[in-house]
C-alpha cells in the first residue's frame, strides 16, 4: 500500500556532496514521523536528520552544518543534502516514515523503511 524508495547514493570523494531521495507512493493519510537513518558496517543504525513536531528539523552532531533535510509535498519526496562529505559518512542510509492509512473506516498506523542506498566516501 505504501513504498518508500530511495535514490542518490553512490560512490564520492571526501568534500563532495550527494544528494539523496526518498519518494513516496500509496494512499498516506497522515504523517507522524519523517527522517533518515544511517548505518554503518559493525555500527547500530542511528538517526541522522528528521523533522520535529514542530516543523523545524533536528540533525545529528555529526552531520550539523553539513547535511540539509527537506521535502517537495508536491512529489511526496524527502531529501538529504550531504554536503563536505567525509568518510565516516559512509553508511547505508534509509528513508523512514510513520504513517496513518485508511483500512476501511478504520485508521492504520506503521512504521515504512525505504530499501535503503549506500553511501561511500574514499579517496
Known amino acids: 500500500q505504501v513504498q518508500l524508495v530511495e535514490s542518490g547514493g553512490g560512490l564520492v570523494q571526501p568534500g563532495g556532496s550527494l544528494r539523496l531521495s526518498c519518494a513516496a507512493s500509496?494512499?498516506?493519510?497522515?504523517?507522524?514521523?519523517l527522517g533518515w537513518y544511517r548505518q554503518a558496517p559493525g555500527k547500530q543504525r542511528e538517526l541522522v536528520a528528521a523533522?520535529?513536531?514542530?516543523?523545524?528539523?533536528n540533525l545529528a552532531d555529526s552531520v550539523k552544518g553539513r547535511f540539509t533535510i527537506s521535502t517537495d509535498n508536491a512529489k511526496n519526496t524527502m531529501y538529504l543534502q550531504m554536503n563536505s562529505l567525509k568518510p565516516e559518512d559512509t553508511a547505508v542510509y534509509y528513508c523512514?516514515?510513520?504513517?496513518?492509512?485508511?483500512?476501511?473506516?478504520?485508521?492504520?498506523?506503521?512504521?515504512?523503511w525505504g530499501q535503503g542506498t549506500q553511501v561511500t566516501v574514499s579517496s
Open positions: 523512514n516514515a510513520f504513517v496513518s492509512t485508511m483500512d476501511g473506516r478504520a485508521r492504520k498506523y506503521t512504521t515504512y
Open positions: 500509496g494512499s498516506i493519510f497522515s504523517i507522524d514521523f
Open positions: 523533522f520535529t513536531s514542530d516543523g523545524s528539523t
